[in-house]
């Protein structure tokens, strides 16, 4: 891997609004979640509706947000001198960070025997939610070793313990990935693209044709009857690169906007990998319609168009135009992304364990229930400015 020469070595604004934008909708739509009689076009849509509603972009643009970033962040680390094997580390580290953290959150959900366990779900739930904190907080230089050990290490013997006090409702002991979660999903996904990158040196065309593959890999696994549909390696892969083409589809736009040594005012080459996109979605649309929960390759492809067009009326707005002051609402998010996704169920268990009512059941319903959702991600980010000015942010 080389230095990218031409890459912009500044903050990205707009890549920032885009992710606070992302992680805003993203805390609305997981309240949302709980409040009953809402209009369909405000949840996700069935597994065979084929059709996708706003909520069904969150996770693909937090993937393409993601893919966005890598460029970047592979740069600074080469500019700071870090090793291959730092940057190997440290990339393994975080994937495996997030798989480990969707993996607990799947199972504090449902597939237990409370009945058997030594502690109540709501409990087990609560601990799982709250232990990533004190592992990856990011202490601050004058904070004392001491603590910092007991916090981190301390946190580390409790996840695995929840690990054996967990019963499944088959009376097994353990738990098990009955799906990795929003988190380990953009772990896999993270990963596999992060490698890749890292084997072609960040080259576009290198990029462009790994996301033809994750598309194909992708189409092949969900077409009945294909011999390699048959495989449970196969699946394995191609259902993480299912999310890896979002990852890789906001590198290859990250690069065509940002890997140049002067901007240009029309860019030509993203307006037409956004058409692009389009296009593949609608003639794959037939043979698999358009599902997030399923992962079709039209759900995938209609989702980075939508995150390309949204990104370049951002960079225009706010790069060119410099219309920057409204993002500062969203800011407190950006820098803060996976405590703010935890912070929310942490609530949630810790209400569940004490049996506390945080809003009257009126404002579950409806209307109100939408307005409720609506001030709850306000007060998110609130907390997140709190806690960031306590020096309170997880880092993976």
């Known amino acids: ?120 779900p709501a409990f087990w739930g609560l601990l799982a939610y709250a232990m990533p904190i004190p592992i990856w907080n990011k202490y601050s230089k004058d904070f004392p070793v001491w603590l910092k050990n007991i916090l981190q290490y301390g946190g580390m013997l409790v996840l695995i313990a929840l690990y054996f006090l967990y019963i499944q409702d ?67 892969i191609a259902g993480h690169l299912t999310h890896a083409s979002l990852v890789t589809a906001g590198v290859i736009i990250s690069l065509l906007f940002f890997d140049r040594k002067t901007p240009i005012k029309i860019n030509w080459p993203v307006i037409g990998f956004a058409i692009l996109f389009f296009t593949v979605a609608c003639l794959l649309r037939p043979y698999y319609g358009i599902s997030k929960i399923k992962g079709t390759p039209s759900w995938t492809m209609f989702s980075a168009t939508i995150c390309t067009v949204l990104f370049y009326f951002l960079y225009w707005f706010m790069e060119v135009k410099k219309q920057t002051k409204w993002s500062e609402f969203f800011m407190p998010a950006v820098t803060n992304p996976l405590l703010i996704y935890i912070l929310p169920g942490v609530i949630y268990y810790f209400c569940k364990v004490f049996n506390f009512h945080i809003i009257p059941g009126y404002f579950r319903v409806g209307v109100p229930g939408i307005v409720w959702s609506l001030i709850f991600s306000t007060i998110m980010l609130f907390v997140m400015k709190i806690c960031n000015k306590y020096k309170i942010q997880l880092h993976l």
């Not at 890292?198 to 189409?219: D, E, Q, Y």
């Open 170 to 236: 088959t009376g097994e002991r353990g738990m098990t990935p009955k799906w990795w979660g929003i988190l380990g999903l953009i772990g896999w996904a993270y990963l596999f693209t992060v490698v890749y990158y890292w084997l072609v040196c960040g080259r576009l065309f290198a990029m462009i044709t790994f996301l033809v593959l994750c598309v194909i890999c992708n189409s092949i696994n969900l077409t009945e009857g294909s011999a390699l549909h048959q495989l449970p390696w196969f699946n394995f």
């Open 1 to 120: 891997m080389i230095i990218k020469e031409n890459l912009y070595n500044q903050r990205i604004v707009s890549i920032d609004a885009l992710r606070g934008i992302t992680i805003f909708v993203m805390i609305f739509v997981n309240e949302l979640a709980s409040i009953k009689d809402v209009p369909q076009w405000m949840k996700h849509m069935p597994a065979d509706a084929d059709a996708m509603t706003f909520v069904d972009v969150v996770f693909p643009a937090f993937l393409f947000i993601v893919g966005m970033s890598i460029p970047f962040a592979f740069n600074a680390r080469l500019i700071k001198g870090d090793s291959p094997k730092t940057i190997w580390t440290h990339t393994l580290k975080r994937a495996l960070a997030l798989i480990i953290i969707g993996v607990y959150m799947v199972n504090a959900e449902y597939g237990f025997d409370a009945s058997k366990m030594l502690i109540s």
